[in-house]
T-cell receptor, first 115, second 116 residues
Framework: AQKITQTQPGMFVQEKEAVTLDCTYD???????LFWYKQPSSGEMIFLIY??????QNATEGRYSLNFQKARKSANLVISASQLGDSAMYFC????????????FGKGNQVVVIP | ETGVTQSPTHLIKTRGQQVTLRCSSQ?????VSWYQQALGQGPQFIFQ???????GRGNFPPRFSGLQFPNYSSELNVNALELDDSALYLC???????????????FGPGTRLTVL
């Protein structure tokens, strides 16, 4: 069963605008962590932001923020003030407490920032 | 940059051959995880190594094997290569804590394997 769902088609966003990338997850484990990674065309996965299931506040990291809605099992990434260098694939991933710390990834969202 | 390095960058093999991919973990990390990323897909967990032993395995056949060395670096070995093994292989290092959780996994640049 798919644990992480990312279904948005490729997105075009104007430079300096904000973009929201959707991620829904499925787990019965009360203790889990959610991650967002960026993968440019070079291939390296770059860690962006982390949200723990017990965290009371939404995570923020510079221009990245995570809109965590636990009851809806969603963890959307918001990128503010988009830059040309933000053009990449973005992956949502989940780590479950009983999952040997493996990350389960979604299929990714493609973002293209246009000037 | 994360400090995680992988070699080689690219590799071309033929069906039936064997391949070894290498990963050096970030300073201070004691755990290495390997992932396979097919074109257009998200990475799939292969296995994780901690204290030189396999510490969890995904849905991959035994011809995928690994090693971790005392300096925490790691190797991924794939025997009897198949066409479907063509993918980007990513390693990630992290710190395994006594709580049983690892901290954030930081990825290397990957090795792109092509099987002909």
């Amino acid at each position: 069963a798919q644990k992480i769902t990312q279904t948005q088609p490729g997105m075009f966003v104007q430079e300096k605008e904000a973009v929201t990338l959707d991620c829904t997850y499925d787990t019965s484990d009360p203790s889990y962590g959610l991650f967002w990674y960026k993968q440019p065309s070079s291939g390296e996965m770059i860690f962006l932001i982390y949200q723990g299931s017990y965290d009371q506040q939404n995570a923020t990291e510079g221009r990245y923020s995570l809109n965590f809605q636990k009851a809806r099992k969603s963890a959307n990434l918001v990128i503010s003030a988009s830059q040309l260098g933000d053009s990449a694939m973005y992956f949502c991933a989940m780590r479950e407490a009983y999952g040997n710390n493996r990350l389960a990834f979604g299929k990714g969202n493609q973002v293209v920032v246009i000037p | 940059e994360t400090g995680v390095t992988q070699s080689p960058t690219h590799l071309i093999k033929t069906r039936g051959q064997q391949v070894t991919l290498r990963c050096s973990s970030q300073s201070g990390h004691n755990t290495v995880s390997w992932y396979q990323q097919a074109l257009g897909q998200g990475p799939q967990f292969i296995f994780q190594y901690y204290r030189e032993e396999e510490n969890g395995r995904g849905n991959f056949p035994p011809r995928f094997s690994g090693l971790q060395f005392p300096n925490y670096s790691s190797e991924l070995n794939v025997n009897a290569l198949e066409l479907d093994d063509s993918a980007l292989y990513l390693c990630a290092s992290s710190l395994y804590r006594t709580s049983g959780f690892t901290d954030t996994q930081y990825f290397g640049p990957g090795t792109r394997l092509t099987v002909l």
